[in-house]
């Protein structure tokens, strides 16, 4: 049964884990800094009634103005202070779990995506995460239920002038729907576009020598400079799709006061609104939506994130190889026989009913043109591939029954193109023994033949 996908908000509150109980405590604080950042103007309303009625204590209500403005940036503080917690460890054990993740799974994942696409996953995707969980999660939060509760305090001083500061709310959310619709659309040409330029930038750096041997420059280098010029195309046309929602949305929080006043004028004229309250409803309707503007950019950042987190949740989600329970020891030689052996790129068959017996202690060299699969036979026998149709035995051991760490330990292969990490010599020569000894590494580097040129 095909497992089912969970959605983009549900499958980033798996990845924080534990740090969810973090970004819960981060949102409340961020809800409760808002609050606080409209008491001052409730203790203006109540200074209001004291100079018309005379009732009440002017100080005191300065006072709790004062606590409460102190009270916003302690609540501030500890909002921020959760949500950095709660995002950078999400963002270690995010990169950590697919780090090891994509160590598991077969060569054909690296085949089909470019190392632009896998960094900008690792890197950028997940950087972003860091950004939402940060920065947006209490933003939005406080931005949406600090209103809420503010509007049901406006209700018990007047239903109409409240209601009346709710209609630009319903018209900016709907142009927030619109700009998400949007930029919905635009994510996928977006992520596509990014990692295209990841891959032109590595191929240019790796291909610096040949670069400078033909005075080639960035922008010479066709790949590179047309894909700069695609993306900054890409930004121009979003700019211009979104400046109308953007500017219109900008409008609508600003508007407050556009339908307060004549509906409060109204009011005050038939006796129905007292002066102070018509006073309070102006003021409150050039500040009670102030907070809806953290959404502005909400629409565009929000796609990202989720665009992102299922671009993680599909390297996430790709099989690991087969790894079976049983062991060789390392220390006796085997023979190696490939019974039928079938294996395919996509759909097409690069090597097809392949029966051969490799003896133990015996040299044998794969020859033929290039292309003929001489490299993938190869690779299958660590099981950098899994084999189609068939089975490759070591030992009289299909490799699939061998636990993975077994089977490296098996099999020695020197690649096509050499890497090395950026460590010493000796770090690069014992990275397959954890437990190695320095007369090991030499006696290795000796066999290799590069112990006298070290």
């Known amino acids: 049964m095909e497992k089912k996908r969970k959605s983009g908000t549900a499958y980033l509150m798996q990845l924080a884990g534990k740090y969810k109980l973090h970004l819960f405590v981060s949102a409340l604080f961020g809800i409760a800094s808002a609050l606080c950042s409209f008491v001052p103007y409730v203790m203006v309303y109540r200074s209001i009634l004291v100079l018309l009625d005379g009732e009440g204590n002017a100080l005191r209500y300065g006072l709790i103005a004062a606590a409460a403005i102190a009270g916003k940036f302690l609540c501030s503080i500890v909002s921020g202070t959760f949500s950095h ?41 997940v950087e972003r ?100 010029e695609e993306y900054n195309a890409f930004w121009k046309r979003c700019t211009k799709s979104q400046g109308y929602t ?22 005050y004229f038939r006796g129905a609104l007292p002066m102070q309250d018509y006073l309070y409803f102006m003021v409150m309707s050039m500040v009670f939506l102030s907070g809806l503007l953290n959404l502005m950019n909400f629409a565009m950042m929000f796609s990202q994130i989720m665009s992102g987190v299922g671009r993680i949740q599909t390297i996430m989600d790709l099989p690991c190889t087969t790894e079976g329970i049983q062991t060789l020891d390392r220390a006796q030689p085997y023979g190696v026989s490939f019974e039928d052996v079938t294996f395919r790129y996509d759909k097409s068959d690069v090597l097809k009913n392949i029966t051969l017996s490799l003896p133990a202690g015996s040299l044998t060299a794969f020859v033929g043109a290039s292309g003929a699969g001489k490299t993938t036979a190869a690779q299958l026998i660590p099981k950098f591939w899994e084999v189609a149709e068939g089975s490759i035995c070591i030992g009289g051991k299909n490799i699939l029954e061998l636990k993975n760490d077994n089977l490296m330990d098996l099999v020695s292969f020197v690649f096509q193109e050499t890497f090395t990490l950026h460590d010493s010599i000796y770090e690069n020569i014992a990275i397959g023994n954890k437990e190695a000894m320095p007369q090991q590494v030499e006696a290795a580097a000796k066999a290799a033949q590069i112990h006298d040129f070290i």
């Open 246 to 267: 953007y500017g219109l949305f900008v409008a609508l929080v600003e508007s407050g006061i556009l339908f307060a006043l004549p509906l409060g004028g109204l009011l």
């Open 85 to 125: 917690i709660g995002a950078f460890n999400t963002l270690y054990n995010v990169r950590t779990q697919i780090s090891r993740h994509i160590a598991k799974v077969n060569l054909g994942f690296f085949t089909d995506h470019a190392s632009g696409e896998i960094k900008k996953v690792i890197i950028e995707d």
């Open 129 to 228: 995460i860091e950004r939402f969980l940060a920065h947006q999660i209490p933003d939005v939060t406080s931005a949406i239920c600090a209103p809420v509760i503010v509007f049901i305090y406006l209700l018990t001083i007047n239903v109409p002038m409240a209601l009346c500061l709710l209609v630009p709310v319903v018209l900016g959310l709907i142009i927030q729907g619109v700009a998400m619709a949007i930029t919905g659309k635009q994510m996928p040409t977006y992520h596509r576009l990014l990692e295209k330029l990841n891959t032109a930038i590595m191929q240019f750096i790796n291909g610096m020598s040949v670069m400078k041997a033909y005075n080639m420059t960035a922008e010479s280098y066709r790949d590179y400079a047309d894909t700069v």
